[in-house]
């Protein structure tokens, strides 16, 4: 993704480690400054200053992560995604979904859809569970790791909301997103996205993240201190519900460990209504 203006690397460098900095040694103020700093001189914000700012608990939370931050976020990341997840961070909710649908007997399908596919982790642990497969990432990087092994049946590099808007591929009797929240403020247009893509009786299956009641305070998401967006169970379900989805379960689950913690978070599982 190439930005239209010319950014100052070295400028932009410099402002980004200044603010970095400041918000370690707990300078909130300047911190805040210097990141604003840092998003006039890339306003597409390949650094995610702004969710690091919104992580700080100053200004509006953005509706999402950056596509810019995310798409970098990922390919520098995609060569050692795996061991950090997996083996470092803990990360099991591929197999959690593949557990939960054995579970309810739900299944097998016919297409699923992989949102955020990354390295392939939900494609690997569903593979048999469904004829057809496709995966969409913002990580070209990530992409080619999944595509070397040969999990899916068809592969996109892009964003999961704008795929979702125009996709014109046969409907979906499934679709997954596994760790795509801690990236998304805001969930109407994944939701109405997904509607939009899945036959009636298709299952959405999806993590995410959330804080204690005290730390959300009323609010429907935020960016939390590891500059992942958490988000309320209750706005998910008013959400689901005002999409037409009928939660089938909701689990309550650990997504990953986080400096030492747990991370709390949600298995959920909803069903597209069925038109009377």
């Known amino acids: 993704m190439t930005s239209s203006k010319k950014v100052d690397e070295e400028a932009l460098a410099e ?24 998003l006039e001189l890339d306003p597409e914000d390949h650094g995610g200053a702004a969710v690091r700012i919104a992580s700080m608990g100053r200004g509006e939370a953005p509706p999402r992560a950056p596509d810019a931050y995310v798409e970098t976020l990922f390919d520098q990341h995609a060569e050692t995604f795996e061991d950090i997840l997996v083996e470092q961070l803990g990360y099991a909710v591929p197999v959690m979904v593949r557990q939960r649908l054995q579970t309810l ?25 469904a004829d057809d497969i496709t995966g969409i990432d913002l990580s070209e990087n990530m992409i080619e790791i999944a595509h070397d092994k040969d999990l899916y049946d068809t592969l996109y590099v892009g964003e999961v909301e704008d795929f979702l808007d125009d996709n014109d591929e046969e409907a979906y009797d499934l679709i997954t997103a596994t760790d795509v929240l801690p990236y998304l403020g805001a969930l109407e247009a994944l939701l109405f996205g997904a509607a939009e893509n899945m036959i009636e009786g298709g299952l ?46 909701v689990t309550d689950i650990n997504v990953r460990m986080q400096d030492g913690e747990p991370s709390p978070g949600h298995l959920v599982i909803a069903r597209l209504s069925v038109a009377a």
């Open 105 to 129: 007997e739900l299944g097998p399908f016919q297409r699923m859809l992989d949102l955020g596919c990354g390295t392939g982790l939900t494609g690997g642990a569903l593979r048999d569970m």
């Open 204 to 249: 959405l299956v999806f993590s995410s993240e959330t804080l204690p009641d005290a730390v959300l305070d009323g609010r429907p998401y935020m960016v939390g201190p590891h500059q992942r967006f958490a988000h309320s169970i209750v706005y998910i379900r008013e959400r689901l519900a005002a999409t037409g989805f009928d939660v089938v379960e």
């Open 15 to 38: 402002a980004y480690n200044r603010a970095l900095a400041l918000e370690k040694a707990g300078d909130i103020d300047a911190a805040v400054s210097a990141y604003g700093e840092v």
